[in-house]
């Protein structure tokens, strides 16, 4: 159980960051663009 609740964990870890670098990929790029 607990094995299962760490990668729950991690794996929510992993598209917080993820997402985190889109977003900010993103507002980068607009800042480049203008």
């Known amino acids: ?3 299962v609740v760490d990668s ?3 794996n ?3 598209n917080s960051i993820l997402i ?3 977003v900010n990929g993103n507002h980068f790029r607009n ?3 203008l």
Do not use: A, G, I, P
Request: with cysteine.
């Open 1 to 3: 159980m607990r094995v």
């Open 8 to 10: 729950k964990r991690v």
């Open 12 to 14: 929510h870890w992993l």
């Open 20 to 22: 985190t670098l889109c």
């Open 31 to 33: 800042e480049l663009s």
